[in-house]
């Protein structure tokens, strides 16, 4: 039963990601516990809030410990399910003065390898200062011979 719920309310929540309102209909295997239920965004919010707070000061604190200003980022880019909730949008826009775009159409299997990539290069030493490969490094590093 706690898993069935688990589902109507994950639907729930992802409903409301994009919908103002969402019913959650919720009928247990035995028929002993059967509600619906007119959820809406605006009483969910409050039910997150301490969430969406820990997620403020999350971005917060890696902005304070990053070796740049919020000014040289110019995309954030959401990955993820919780991300595409607007709360959560509205969350990490309230981090940063400026409207930064929030690039919300990128696959997060490629986010994902890219992030990984970046961080083995990182640990190789083939990222130059701005992140960027540094290609005449790759070669040496796969284990390529160049002539």
Do not use: C, H
Request: net charge neutral.
């Amino acid at each position: 039963a706690m898993a069935r719920l688990r589902r109507a309310v994950e639907r729930a929540r992802r409903a409301l990601s994009v919908y103002r309102w969402f019913v959650v209909d919720f009928n247990d295997v035995d028929n002993t516990l059967n509600f619906q239920y007119n959820l809406t965004r605006a009483e969910l919010e409050p039910l997150v809030a301490d969430l969406l707070e820990r997620t403020r000061e999350s971005i917060a604190k890696f902005l304070r410990g990053a070796p740049f200003g919020p000014d040289k980022i110019d995309k954030v880019i959401l990955v993820g399910g919780s991300t595409r909730t607007p709360g959560v949008q509205a969350a990490i826009r309230a981090v940063f003065s400026d409207n930064k775009e929030l690039l919300k159409t990128i696959n997060p299997d490629e986010v994902l390898a890219i992030g990984a990539a970046k961080v083995a290069a990182a640990g190789n030493g083939l990222l130059d200062n701005e992140g960027a490969l540094v290609e005449s490094q790759l070669p040496q590093a796969l284990g390529f011979e160049t002539a």
